[in-house]
Every structure is written in structure tokens, then in C-alpha cells.
């Protein structure tokens, strides 16, 4: 009878850890995107075009489709792509800056450090709030 009690309490203060890891992990997510939409507030959206790894999230919290999906091509090639046709094609950072005056890129993703340096040679200026990489185009 004793193992079958220890067992049932060991089991007791698992399932309780894991409600308070999912928990944590849930505020967290949350503080994420409103510090996002906090410093969203601030800028004319009507004004510029967004480009954004988590696009779908901005656009359900903002209500309306402001930001462009952002994808990498793989893993293991986080090169800056867009989805057309089920295929992943890389973006021309050519023209990046003519089309888009914002980047939002989440700091959980795959891209590095190698593709920030790229963004800033071509005219954008990094900032960077909690979860996120906000890369805004540079006054040329």
C-alpha cells in the first residue's frame, strides 16, 4: 500500500510541474506579443509594409492582413524565402528595401546573425525588444 501512495504522489507533483511549466511558458508567449503590439502602437501601419516570420500571429492580433509570411528556406539554410506554390523561394535583397519597410523576425527562429548583418548592409536598422528582432529601413 505504501508504494502504491508514493507512487500516486510522485505522479501528483509531476502533472503539477508540468501545469506550472505550461503556464509559464503561456505568460511568457503572451508578454512576447504584447511587448510586439506595444511597439506596434507606435508606428503608422497604414504607411509601411511588413515582412515577418510570424506574420500570421501580427495579423490576428492586429485584425487585418498588415504582414507578409517571412519563411528560410530550411533549417539548416536559413536563407530569407517566401512560399509560392508549396515551394520556398529565396527573396531578391535587391529589391528587399523597396518593398518592405519593416522586418519582423522572432528571436526563436533560425536565422542568425549572418542575416542581420545582411539586412543592415542593405539599409535596414535593427532594434530589439523581448522576443523579436524588429529591423526598420534606414532614412538613405
Do not use: C, W
Not at 504584447?34 to 502602437?41: A, D, I, P
Not at 492586429?62 to 529565396?90: G, H, M
Amino acid at each position: 500500500m505504501n508504494v502504491f501512495i508514493e507512487k500516486l504522489i510522485l505522479i501528483f507533483f509531476s502533472v503539477s510541474l508540468l501545469l506550472i511549466n505550461t503556464s509559464n511558458s503561456n505568460l511568457e508567449y503572451e508578454n512576447k506579443i504584447n511587448n510586439l503590439l506595444n511597439y506596434l502602437e507606435n508606428i503608422d501601419l497604414e504607411k509601411i509594409k511588413i515582412l515577418s516570420n510570424e506574420s500570421h500571429i501580427i495579423n490576428y492580433y492586429l485584425n487585418r492582413p498588415i504582414a507578409d509570411p517571412l519563411s528560410s528556406i530550411s533549417k539548416s539554410n536559413p536563407i530569407f524565402a517566401v512560399r509560392e506554390n508549396y515551394q520556398y523561394k529565396p527573396i531578391n535583397l535587391k529589391t528587399l528595401d523597396a518593398k518592405y519597410q519593416m522586418i519582423i523576425i522572432s528571436k526563436t527562429s533560425n536565422f542568425d546573425l549572418y542575416n542581420f548583418e545582411t539586412l543592415k548592409n542593405i539599409g535596414f536598422k535593427m532594434e530589439a525588444i523581448e522576443g523579436y528582432n524588429i529591423f526598420l529601413i534606414s532614412d538613405k
